[in-house]
């Protein structure tokens, strides 16, 4: 489905003419000539009006009742009064009658202030009641959830919540019980509402029935201000309002942006702030001293120790940048290093996607926008797990597929949330044999060089048809797909046989795994890409950056917000490579890589830091200051430009700005963009004239220039390739299949996952820790029954001589012979296991752990002394 | 003006007679030559007149109020230092909680911006308020309020008005922010009232 073109109407409300597009309601229409309606149920985020409150009736002329304003859509020469005396008397009844069993004890409520029941009661209530009768009582405030309370007086059931759980976050547990005065909003059995968005319905909720443990009573409307930024939590950098009183964030709110996160947030964004002014942060540079303890330091000592440390590395020394890292920082840390050190070891992911190929995907006429999901013919969601990788994009995708009547289609390795969703059957490919499933779709859909067979032939052709049925499909496809030699270039070569380049509202969206990951590669945080995804002299990947620090090759590395050994796969090795070299670490609290770092400084949160992340649709956002820097916390870009400046390389920027201004002029297809441009609302490069006109970065021209970007202008299309494409494609070998294929028989396949919960946030916010998860595995029916193994069981799971302890999770739709681990858990964490590539691991059964016994393996990741068998083990 | 201007281009002013028509011409009137008897008939006139009142008020004895050992009476709705208040036992149940259930309202209702609260949560084990809600920090900084008694109006729950207390002087600013502890303890009643019909 495209975009519908909407005609304009013209009616009139009170006399004033009102010309809006076909299709809006009265209520919409009235806004835009300055007229108001009240309204409590109607809220557009929320799909089609339900007219459940009855508060914005309205008289239209030639109908005899009165008409609910938010569920009449306008029509041409429809004449509309919302002052007459019948609308006034209806409008003082509804009020009335919604007060009826409203408690009114606003003075302890904690929507007092900014509560649209106050306001409309106010405004166009009758101003006293007629009500002597005692009110309907419930116990209140009931736990909701372990974050949300409900206040079951208060509501005054206008379904938004409801509605919210069932239509927008699908999980369906919200219900409403009962029936008439009886009626209250809850779940199944009081089981609490465990949901990874639920937090948006504190904020939909028109008055206070709906408030949560995190801000009640914290603050009221007069007492606060309300400030602007970026979540930098998650790739999905939804746009937030932070709460702020008393210099401190007190709660986070959504700020709609329709073009990134459609005015929701999930709960890690909305929950995780209550680190930011947590004891538990790092608010000063510390050092290690001679007793291996981190000790404060001043600001120049810290910056002396780590330039000295990095001058001794110079040309072996790496930098690794992650999590919230902005543009400008991710920009200075590559200079320090190309500049200061001639060091080229640079990377932000564990993943090393091939230069070109990237800059080629990244080129504007093939990349997909968020709002393009909402009126794509069809979404196929590929190697990715949007719930736990980028979660607004999740509820996009559910919003397009309920309304936009997008077809949705899923491939991936592990079970998918959205597989729910699939109009066809979900694939499931084993883990690291993406490049094959990838290449027989790309040869299905006649992509020149990719032959149409292979063991995934038939659910290929399939998922080939349904894109191919529509004019503008969408692939949201995973970082992770980098990983599996060859995935990538098939996927670029079946977007160009879709004909995505020749096409608008079509494309491909990649899902990072770092928040800004996108922002940093176009920074030049990449081994063989500068600025600009320029070309220079190749250096060492993350993987090879480990190597290079146990080999003793790489002598120091520099750590923007990165956390490779809980982040990154080969946990262990990074942990040693760590622990035996010098490593300088920004970070924000104390994390399983500061552990083994000799300095480390503090880093600014997205509520201090002036800066830019940019999206992973190419949007340039802008993260601002909403409170002081907490103590001795500095700006890292200054930090940054600090360690430069001691490296004997000063870099003069006077501002966060100034190094954007910088940043800009070596990303061609950045322009001249200044922060004053980006504003509030963000800007698609993609969208300006530099970007349009897409032109890669400069860059050094080292080795491994984009070769294959170059000859691949966009305007070729896809059939003259010729030659086809400039490798072989894996279809031809799969190789790591025929391995799996026979580990079926001997051990099980695994792969990981990041889960949305397993991270640093959920344990530095004391909200969110009950969220934190513990080592599952995820094994198929099948694969369980055949290793004797029940739900909830503890194994032991073991490969290449390392293990870890986890309890097995049956899963549904899972692909047999495969299996998988959480990655970043706290303990157990399945990146020990994890190589980056897929293995056989061998699962063994547990003695139930004794109830806090020691050998429960909290906390702990055991080397077994005798290498496990290869097979047999089972 | 009858001004003109010179070849050298300065101007020169006709000093003669300045004023154009004799309409310009005020006379002032004076009052007689001082001096002379008449003049100190008058002088002593007029001081006599102006001690009558003195002389006057001395028969009604002296009204100078010994300000610190005696202290003006105030009016009932004078209005002074705040006090914050405490249920009675009255045997409901609510006795001896605080009234104040930090709602915040006299702090949005306060001209000069003088009052804070921080609310918290009640615990219903060990209540401090009645309410599900309560002020864990309540502090209204007495040197910049105005005592115009918006906050007594504003609060719902009576939990707080204005008392008869003027004597709030200090050496530090500082001491000058009322704590809550500050506010509920009844204070030592300085101020005295004025009597009906006094
Ligand atoms: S709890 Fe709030 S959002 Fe939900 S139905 Fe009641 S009033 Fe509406
Ligand atoms: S989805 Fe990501 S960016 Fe949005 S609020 Fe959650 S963590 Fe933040
Ligand atoms: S008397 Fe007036 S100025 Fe003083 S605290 Fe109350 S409202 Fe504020
Ligand atoms: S004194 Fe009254 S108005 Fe002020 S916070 Fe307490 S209850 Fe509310
Ligand atoms: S807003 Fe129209 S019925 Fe609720």
């Known amino acids: 489905m495209s975009q519908p073109i909407r005609n304009a109407v013209t009616l009139v409300v009170d006399g004033r003419e009102v010309v809006a597009p076909e299709g809006t309601m009265v209520v919409d229409a009235a806004k835009m000539g300055d007229i108001e309606i009240p309204v409590f149920c109607y809220e557009p985020k929320l799909g089609d009006p339900v007219g459940a409150c009855r508060m914005c009736l309205v008289e239209i002329e030639g109908i005899p009742k009165l008409q609910t304003a938010c569920s009449t859509p306008v029509r041409d020469g429809m004449v509309v009064y919302t002052q007459t005396d019948q609308v006034k008397q209806a409008q003082n009844a509804v009020v009335e009658f919604l007060l009826v069993n409203h408690p009114l004890d606003c003075p302890v409520c904690d929507k007092g202030g900014e509560c649209p029941l106050q306001d409309i009661a106010m405004g166009w209530g009758p101003g006293k009641s007629r009500m002597t009768d005692p009110k309907r009582h419930f116990q209140k405030p009931l736990e909701l959830s372990p974050l949300v309370a409900i ?59 709906l408030t949560t443990y995190t801000y009640r009573f914290r603050a009221r409307p007069w007492d606060i201000e309300q400030a602007g930024s970026v979540c930098t939590l998650c790739p999905s950098q939804c746009n937030v309002a932070f709460t702020v009183r008393d210099e401190r964030v007190m709660r986070v709110l959504a700020r709609d942006n329709h073009a990134v996160d459609d005015g929701w947030l999930c709960d890690k964004g909305r929950f995780g702030f209550q680190m930011f002014a947590s004891e538990e942060r790092i608010t000063e540079p510390m050092m290690r001293g001679g007793g291996g303890e981190l000790s404060p330091v001043s600001w120049e000592q810290a910056i002396e120790a780590a330039a000295a440390g990095l001058r001794r590395a110079g040309a072996s020394a790496a930098a690794l940048a992650g999590g919230g890292t902005g543009n400008e920082e991710g920009y200075l840390a590559q200079r320090i290093m190309r500049e200061a050190l001639g060091s080229p070891n640079i990377d932000c992911s564990p993943n090393s996607p091939d230069p070109a190929l990237l800059a080629e995907l990244a080129r504007p006429e093939l990349g997909a926008k968020v709002a393009d999901l909402d009126y794509a013919g069809a979404i196929l969601v590929l190697g990715t797990d949007p719930l736990h990788e980028m979660p607004i994009l999740d509820l996009r995708i559910r919003k397009a597929a309920r309304r936009g009547g997008a077809r949705l289609l899923v491939a991936t390795e592990r079970p998918n949330a959205l597989d729910g969703g699939a109009v066809v059957d979900p694939v499931r490919f084993a883990p690291g044999e993406s490049a094959a499933f990838i290449s027989a779709l790309a040869g299905a859909l006649g992509a020149p060089g990719y032959e149409d067979g292979g063991s995934y032939a038939k659910q290929a052709a399939e998922i080939a048809a349904a894109l191919s049925s529509v004019p503008d499909p969408v692939i949201v496809w995973g970082e992770r797909l980098w990983r599996d030699q060859g995935a990538a270039r098939a996927l670029h070569d079946l977007a160009r046989a879709l004909e995505m380049h020749q096409r608008i509202g079509t494309g491909l969206l990649e899902v990072p795994e770092g928040a800004n990951t996108r922002g940093l590669r176009e920074a030049g945080m990449l081994p063989a890409g500068g600025p600009g995804l320029g070309p220079v002299a190749a250096g060492r990947d993350a993987a090879a950056i480990r190597d290079g620090l146990a080999g003793g090759e790489v002598g120091a590395l520099l750590l923007l917000g990165a956390d490779p050994v809980r982040e990154y796969p080969g946990g262990g090795a990074w942990k040693q490579a760590l622990s035996s070299s010098f490593v300088v670490s920004f970070a924000l609290t104390e ?93 698609r490069w993609q969208e300006r004239d530099p970007g349009e006109s897409w032109v890669p970065g400069r860059g050094g021209g080292g080795p491994g220039a984009a070769a294959y970007g170059a000859d691949s202008a966009a305007t070729r299309p896809p059939s003259e390739s010729g030659s086809g494409p400039a490798y072989a494609p894996t279809a031809a070998t799969p190789g790591p299949r025929s391995e799996s294929e026979e580990a079926r028989g001997s051990g099980l396949a695994l792969g990981s996952y990041r889960d949305l919960w397993a991270s640093e946030v959920t344990r530095r916010n004391p909200s969110l820790r009950f969220l934190m998860p513990t080592q599952r595995l995820e094994l198929a029916a099948k694969d369980a029954k055949e290793l004797g193994l029940e739900d909830g069981d503890p194994v032991t799971v073991s490969a290449g001589g390392v293990s870890v302890e986890a309890r097995v999770s049956v899963k549904e739709r899972m692909r047999p012979g495969a299996a998988f681990l959480i990655e970043g858990t706290e303990s157990d964490n399945g990146n020990v296991l994890a190589t980056g590539s897929p293995q056989r691991i061998s699962v063994e059964k547990r003695a139930e752990p004794e109830s806090n016994g020691s050998g429960n393996g909290n906390g702990r990741v055991k080397i077994v002394e005798t290498p496990m068998p290869a097979e047999g083990a089972v | 003006m009858n001004a003109e201007l010179n070849t050298d281009g300065i101007e020169r002013v006709n000093r003669e007679f300045p004023y154009l028509n004799e309409g310009d011409v005020i006379s002032v009137q004076r009052g007689p030559e001082p001096g002379g008897v008449g003049g100190v008939a008058r002088t002593f006139g007029a001081t006599l007149k102006g001690l009558r009142t003195t002389f006057a008020r001395i028969v009604e004895g002296p009204v100078t109020i010994q300000y610190p050992e005696e202290k003006t009476p105030v009016f009932p709705r004078f209005r002074g230092r705040h006090k914050l208040h405490r249920f009675d036992h009255d045997g409901s149940g609510t006795g001896g909680l605080e009234k104040c259930v930090g709602c915040s309202l006299c702090a949005a209702a306060c001209p000069s911006d003088c009052i804070r609260v921080v609310a918290a949560e009640n615990d219903p084990a060990n209540r401090v308020s009645a309410g599900e809600r309560f002020a864990e920090v309540y502090e209204i900084n007495l040197s910049r309020c105005i005592f115009c008694g918006y906050c007594e109006v504003a609060c719902p729950f009576d939990a707080i008005t204005m008392g008869h207390d003027y004597e709030m002087a200090d050496y530090n600013r500082s001491d000058l922010i009322f704590t809550k502890e500050m506010l509920l303890a009844e204070p030592v009643e300085r101020t005295p009232l004025r009597r009906e019909g006094e």
């Open chain 1, 591 to 683: 994390d399983e890589s500061t552990a083994h770092a000799n300095v480390v400084f503090p880093a600014e949160s997205h509520a201090e830091k002036e800066g830019t992340v940019t999206h992973p649709d190419g949007r340039i956002q802008r993260v601002r200051p909403n409170v002081p820097h907490p103590r001795d916390v500095r700006p890292t870009w200054w930090a940054l430009t600090e360690i430069s400046r001691a490296l004997g390389n000063p870099l003069t920027f006077g501002t966060a700005e100034d190094v954007f201004a910088a940043l800009c002029a070596e990303v061609p297809f950045y322009g001249e963009t200044a922060y004053e441009e980006i504003g509030g609302q963000g800007l």
């Open chain 1, 151 to 209: 206040d079951r007086e208060r509501c005054i059931l206008c379904y938004r919540c409801v509605r919210f759980s069932q239509e927008v976050a699908e999980d369906e547990q919200l219900q409403l019980h009962e029936r008439g005065d009886r009626s209250f909003v809850g779940t199944f059995d009081d089981r609490p509402y465990i949901a990874p968005f639920h937090g948006n319905i504190i904020e939909l909720c028109p008055v206070g029935a």
